[in-house]
């Protein structure tokens, strides 16, 4: 049964109405506790073999350097060559996120708006009958 409130657009017919779409991730430095772990869990989503291969290293060394033996670690060239190879953004937007704040607080002044803006957003829907 449909929803009387989904509507089809007609054919060729252009919507103004955009989607609000919320993530509830928590952020990329909230998920890891270190670079190293980030790095180890976009090595093991793509495979040791694989991304050992691109590295030119042995899957038991990349392994070994990424776990938490103080002997051998995972270099910087290392990181390098993994993210030229692979693709994955994910450990540089970890350190970004990480060590790169907002200085002149324009985020916190924006986040302490969103209620204010809330409140008038949902005196708007009840206008608008949509609330």
């Given at each position: 049964?449909?929803?009387?409130?989904?509507?089809?657009?007609?054919?060729?017919?252009?919507?103004?109405?955009?989607?609000l779409?919320?993530?509830?991730?928590?952020?990329?430095?909230?998920?890891?506790?270190?670079?190293?772990?980030?790095?180890?869990?976009?090595?093991?989503?793509?495979?040791?073999?694989?991304?050992?291969?691109?590295?030119?290293?042995?899957?038991?060394?990349?392994?070994?350097?990424?776990?938490?033996?103080?002997?051998?670690?995972?270099?910087?060239?290392?990181?390098?060559?993994?993210?030229?190879?692979?693709?994955?953004?994910?450990?540089?937007?970890?350190?970004?996120?990480?060590?790169?704040?907002?200085?002149?607080?324009?985020?916190?002044?924006?986040?302490?708006?969103?209620?204010?803006?809330?409140?008038?957003l949902?005196?708007l829907?009840?206008?608008?009958?949509?609330?």
């Open positions: 049964m449909k929803s009387a409130v989904i509507k089809r657009l007609p054919a060729g017919a252009a919507s103004n109405e955009q989607q779409t919320l993530s509830f991730e928590p952020g990329i430095s909230d998920r890891y506790g270190s670079l190293r772990e980030c790095i180890a869990t976009g090595v093991y989503q793509r495979g040791l073999k694989r991304v050992s291969i691109d590295l030119d290293q042995a899957p038991s060394n990349l392994s070994v350097q990424l776990s938490d033996d103080p002997s051998r670690h995972f270099s910087v060239d290392n990181l390098e060559r993994y993210v030229a190879h692979t693709g994955d953004l994910v450990p540089i937007y970890y350190l970004v996120e990480k060590f790169i704040k907002p200085r002149d607080g324009r985020q916190e002044a924006a986040l302490s708006q969103l209620p204010a803006v809330a409140e008038q949902q005196a829907l009840k206008q608008a009958g949509m609330a």
